[in-house]
């Protein structure tokens, strides 16, 4: 193995005994698997630097465990070994962003047996001027305004796919608040915030397009706005749902699906179009702008009230579960509550 990687698996065995704090059985069997790994790597594609290696060539190696009749717990024990060595990287370079990135790359990388994770990533805080700039250039280029109208949309809202499809109506200049339904006729009021609500103005006034929606292609997404028509807030889709048709308004669950298989199509054009102007190199979609709202909300010690505001959410457990420390504490909370360290019974310190 080449020096750049020697000199990395020596910070990753430092990380395991000093910081991990690591049995020596693991220690073993993490640092035998990365370097495994890592010839894996520098043998069949001639890698020889960390920053080189990527999230393919660990997609690639477990194609290769599992042709070799690995079991599915062994691959993903070595596949958890190899996340554990680049979170080690990363945390003896906590402000290196290449290695922040390759953190989040390598944890998408899904092991055997493993299915995609309703819990998604949050952007680098970094990359959000970045990605700001690129969907401002992608205007320019196609004399739109629907780029960063876009993107700070969903910064913005912590937004869904699902809410391509808001209409103009629904957002309520005058109380700052943009009132929709979501999921199962539940009717939310989100704040506005001071700099979204400007950005839509400017759209308003300068999109090349006239429709009864924010952005060109949106469609509403749910069919509860037809089918519950005498149900509490729905009174003011009354004119909407006579025209259904004309506002793409989904009259059952078949349109319904439809209308929101479209929004996501069209979202993913435009989030792609940022991603690749910006040369971010990781997925972007509505979903991770809500992640990472809600995530920086933790850090900035934002309330719970206001997250659950925001968020749309009636339960503070949603709210939680969005912010990653909260989750964990309950997490923590559940085993906690299994100790009883006034009752230890010789012998049973191995169970704890």
């Known amino acids: 193995m080449v020096d750049d990687f020697n000199e990395k698996m020596k910070i990753f065995r430092e990380y395991l005994i000093v910081r991990a704090k690591s049995s020596a059985d693991t220690i073993d069997k993490y640092t035998r698997f990365t370097k495994e790994f890592l010839d894996f790597v520098s043998k069949n594609y001639g890698v020889t630097k960390i920053l080189e290696v990527s999230p393919k060539h660990l997609v690639e190696w477990i194609k290769y465990l599992t042709k070799k009749g690995y079991s599915g717990n062994t691959i993903n024990l070595k596949r958890s070994a190899v996340?554990?060595?680049?979170?080690?990287?990363?945390?003896?370079e906590p402000d290196n962003p290449d290695l922040?990135?390759?953190v989040i790359l390598f944890k998408n990388v899904h092991g055997i047996g493993k299915v995609d994770s309703?819990?998604?990533?949050?952007?680098?805080?970094?990359?959000?001027?970045?990605?700001?700039?690129?969907?401002?250039?992608?205007?320019?280029?196609?004399g739109s305004t629907e780029h960063y109208t876009a993107f700070m949309f969903f910064l913005y809202t912590?937004?869904?796919?699902?809410?391509?499809?808001?209409?103009?109506?629904?957002?309520?200049?005058?109380?700052?608040?943009?009132?929709?339904?979501?999921?199962?006729?539940?009717?939310?009021?989100?704040?506005?915030?001071?700099?979204?609500?400007?950005?839509?103005?400017?759209?308003?006034?300068?999109?090349d397009y006239d429709s009864p929606y924010l952005f060109k292609h949106g469609k509403y997404p749910y069919a509860d706005i037809y089918i519950n028509k005498n149900k509490k807030?729905?009174?003011?889709?009354?004119?909407?749902?006579?025209?259904?048709?004309?506002?793409?308004?989904?009259?059952?669950?078949q349109e319904e699906k439809r209308n929101r298989d479209s929004n996501r199509k069209n979202v993913s054009i435009l989030c792609?179009?940022?991603?690749?102007?910006?040369?971010?190199?990781?997925?972007l979609y509505p979903h991770r702008f809500r992640e990472t709202l809600h995530y920086?909300?933790?850090?900035?010690?934002?309330?719970?009230?206001?997250?659950?505001?925001?968020?749309?959410?009636?339960?503070?457990?949603?709210?939680?579960?969005?912010?990653?420390?909260?989750?964990?504490?309950?997490?923590?909370?559940?085993?906690?509550?299994?100790?009883?360290?006034?009752?230890?019974?010789?012998?049973?310190?191995n169970e704890l």
């Open 83 to 92: 996340i554990k060595f680049f979170d080690a990287l990363y945390n003896e």
């Open 100 to 102: 922040q990135n390759k």
């Open 118 to 142: 309703n819990q998604h990533e949050p952007i680098p805080v970094e990359w959000l001027p970045k990605l700001k700039d690129a969907s401002l250039t992608l205007d320019e280029k196609f």
């Open 158 to 207: 912590g937004g869904r796919s699902q809410l391509y499809g808001v209409l103009v109506d629904e957002i309520d200049f005058e109380n700052h608040w943009l009132e929709t339904f979501v999921k199962r006729g539940k009717y939310i009021k989100i704040p506005l915030h001071p700099h979204l609500e400007k950005v839509i103005k400017w759209h308003l006034k300068n999109r």
């Open 233 to 253: 807030g729905f009174e003011k889709y009354r004119d909407v749902i006579k025209n259904a048709e004309k506002y793409n308004i989904p009259r059952n669950k």
């Open 272 to 283: 792609n179009r940022i991603r690749k102007e910006a040369r971010f190199n990781e997925p």
């Open 296 to 349: 920086e909300f933790e850090e900035l010690g934002v309330s719970i009230n206001t997250a659950m505001a925001i968020g749309g959410w009636s339960s503070e457990d949603m709210a939680y579960y969005y912010r990653r420390t909260g989750k964990h504490v309950k997490k923590a909370l559940k085993e906690f509550e299994k100790i009883d360290l006034l009752n230890i019974k010789e012998g049973d310190e």
